[in-house]
């Protein structure tokens, strides 16, 4: 009882002491003579914490002197044990037995007043409004307590996690859903500039991971003789379990490379003295630190990288200031993972949710007005198709002319789909169609995946093993394929690059069925190699301006060839007659683009070259060969097909053996249409 005693009043005292500096009405009369759990009602956001932490510090006393207790009782056993006469002394080993009895009884009683008097205080105020260091400190300082609990009684104070669950879940839906508006606002202002962040910039180097790598500079052995140990023993002679610091002092160093003596600085996207600190705080900060605590492990992965990702990442991280807010918010989302493991699943959701929307304002910004059909260049694979109609489903609130949602409802999280910016001009020849800002968003976009990808060990430990299947597959379905956004983003560029319309009507003047060896080249294909030193001009100046990847230029330059060279095999199929050395010059010309345009670029070998030597052979052939060469060449249109019956074996064979072909290539048609 004198313990019980003491917990109540201890409590109720450092309740008090802090309750009367929130006390704002002097008129509502004295706070002691309020019930404990009304009084734990009247305390504010700003006193929380410190008054928890000194509740638990006064209550781990309490614990820690009746732990000194047991362990006093305990040596005086061993004590008795050595002395035979004590030993055979049957009432002192009755009272002995009766003695122990009580005290291993009283560890789960005045564990238990103490849970009396925490779960009301946590329950008395909304935790709702808490800035999110101040919800985690909370979360922190109770998951010691619980631990206390376990070591003294083995209680794992379910009771205590339940209620503390709940409002966890409640605060991180609120904040999650705040955290969303600010994404999409941030997402219809973004620029899309490229952020010179430092060569060896990880997602490990901001300074809301610096719990991975304080756990990862822990050796083994200290971290499993910390755990053996436990606080009592820890705690022993001094200190307590709740005098630890809770706030990561880690510094962060500018993010920009040009000028690293540059003060800190927060880019703000509302007003100066606008007070919501959650918003500059988590997604405005634009400073890293550069120190080298990546975990060995995470090293590791990184080498085992898929390299579709490191296509870019060689040549250092494209960032933009959304891309480092969305990267903060990940290392929020995982300690929040980390403190409170009940919620790690739900929390794993959210997160998955922030990465889904940021592909999804790529895709709908810069690929979505090029991504066409079911087939061909600029067609997406089935798994981003997948994906996109799942965010599109799942996340995206779509709402009719008067504002009503058509989609969603109650505690469902859904967010409008965001606008691009009208400032960036992404029809515009000056500015080759906005590839700059395309190559932004878009290596942004993978290298964010590659630091997701990165992650994924950290994400396994901290959501339960039956949920795991979810994080699976959302790697496998979402992360691992967004470089797949890279053809329809850069290629719709290069469509636009070129005048294909024009090719074709140059290549339609040219006479086919010549009866001379021509050594001179047509001119179509002087105009053809003029346009392509005039887009090579044009990619070698905003190159100059910023510096591009490989892989971007490399995919640009890739469907400008494929435009061209499909186009070669459509002017020549448009020929009406064809002599053999109507061919010979069809393969002078494209012999000739060939060695001009390997004098262009770099890229080696040419691609799809074979397409249209392939097609071009193809006129020379018999017709016992043709029929099986059709067969296997489903790549070329029916028209192209066509032509190459009705100009090349055709002109050689009787009408009904022609007849015979065309009707293959029909059949060949419908066989597609129905696939």
Known sequence: MHFTQIIHNRSFATVLQFAERCRHDAKSG???????????????????VPCFVELCKSLWEVLHCYHRTVLWHERQDKAMDEDEAMRNDAELQYNRSYVNKKLEHGKAKIWQDVKQRVKPYLLGTDLSSFQFDNFIAVLNVTNRLITVGEEICADKSTDLQDSLRIQSLNYFKSFHRMRMEELRMFLENEMWDVWPVRASFTIYSLKEFSFLRASAALSPT?????LADGYFTRFSQQGNPFDEAEEDDTAEEPITVAD????????????????????????????????DHVPVSSKRQQRRRSTSFSDSAAEGPICTNTTLGVM???????????????????????????????LFAVYSFFASDVASGDSGPLSLGSKM???????????????DSSGVALSGGGDEIRVLPPTLSTMIPL?????????????TAVESLVFLALQFENLQQHLEVFIPQTKRAFLSQFYSQTVSIVPELRQPAYCGVADKLLDMGRLLQQMSSVKWDIRDIMSQHSPYIDYILNECQVCKRRLDEWNSITPMPKVVLDHVWRHILHTINHTFVEGFASAKKCSNEGRALMQLDFQQFIIQTEKLISMRPIPERDFVDTYIKAFYMSEADIEPWLRDHRMYSTKQLTSLVQCGVGAHITKKARNRLISIVDDMEKTRRAM
Request: with cysteine; proline share 3%; hydrophobic share 35%.
């Open 260 to 291: 690293e003596n540059s003060p800190k600085t927060t880019r703000r996207l509302r007003s100066e003295d606008d007070e919501d600190d959650d918003v500059s705080e988590e997604l405005k900060r634009d400073f890293v630190d550069e120190g």
């Open 30 to 48: 004295p706070l002691n003579r309020l019930p404990y759990k009304e009084l734990c009602s009247k305390m504010d956001s700003k006193y929380f």
């Open 328 to 358: 903060r918010l990940f290392g929020k989302y995982m300690r929040m993972m980390d403190v409170l493991k009940p919620i790690a699943y739900d929390v794993m959701v959210y997160l998955s949710q922030l990465f889904d929307y940021y």
């Open 385 to 399: 198709k997948a994906t996109l109609k799942r965010i599109e489903n799942n996340l995206i609130l779509h709402v």
């Open 222 to 226: 200290s971290r499993m003789r910390a």
């Open 427 to 439: 029809g515009d020849l000056a500015s080759v169609y906005g590839l700059t800002r395309r190559m």
